[in-house]
């Protein structure tokens, strides 16, 4: 079975400083990995992925992710935090042979001005 | 190329009723996810549709719940004889395949009472 674990409910980051929202993952053959980032009352929104090639992966609003097969981790990170970066972020994976998608439980982040 | 539509937005039923959500996924996608969402536990898998076919149903209650991608149309989740633990937010996603990314709709807020 694969499985999502974001060991921190809530992150707290003062405005212009880098933030890292924590995930590791567990899945059988190569993962595909996710992250999303959901707004009050919306679904939510996809951010970046890895599938192969650099660990480091760039996405939307400035994020980048780091994939760590040693230790199945999949971090992501963004070098300098907004206030509207403040919302819920969800890490996600599949195996690769197979098309189920499981969620962590997602990860508050809160930006203090 | 309009977005994942869910609809309703908010459905209110009493215990006992049914309870019919809607998804219509983004033109050429073939694939559908379903997952619930509830405050402290997370985006949770349910259901994973391809045309006509319903894939792994691994996450759905196997009574009262269930769920169709017919041919022509939405899919479809069936909550029959609700009751207030059905109570949260139900997320369609939609994907071509490869399974590379989901684009998620707006959800449904369903409510017990």
């Excluded at chain 1, 040693?70 to 300098?80: E, G, R």
């Excluded at chain 1, 098309?99 to 203090?112: A, E, R």
């Excluded at chain 2, 759905?60 to 633990?85: C, D, N, T």
């Amino acid at each position: 079975a694969q499985s999502v674990a974001q060991p921190e409910d809530q992150v707290n980051v003062a405005e212009g400083n880098p933030l890292t929202v924590k995930c590791t993952y567990s899945v059988s053959g190569n993962p595909y990995l996710f992250w999303y980032v959901q707004y009050p009352n919306r679904g939510l929104q996809f951010l970046l992925k890895y599938i192969t090639g650099d660990n480091l992966v760039k996405g939307s609003y400035g994020f980048e992710a780091e994939f760590n097969k040693s230790q199945t981790s999949f971090h992501l990170k963004k070098p300098s935090a907004l206030v509207s970066d403040s919302a819920l972020y969800f890490c996600a994976v599949r195996g690769g042979g197979y098309q189920k998608v499981t969620f962590g439980i997602g990860t508050k982040l809160q930006v203090i001005p | 190329n309009a977005g994942v539509m869910q609809n309703p937005r908010h459905l209110v039923r009493r215990r006992g009723q049914e309870a019919r959500l809607r998804c219509s996924p983004m033109k050429g996608h073939s694939h559908v996810y379903w997952y619930r969402q509830l405050p402290e536990e997370g985006l949770k898998f349910m259901v994973y549709l391809q045309k006509e076919n319903i894939i792994d149903e691994s996450g759905m209650p196997k009574e009262r719940f269930s769920a169709e991608f017919p041919k022509e149309g939405p899919s479809i989740l069936r909550i029959q004889q609700v009751v207030r633990g059905d109570s949260a937010a139900y997320f369609c996603a939609s994907s071509p395949p490869p399974v590379e990314k989901l684009f998620f709709g707006s959800g449904t807020q369903l409510s017990v009472l």
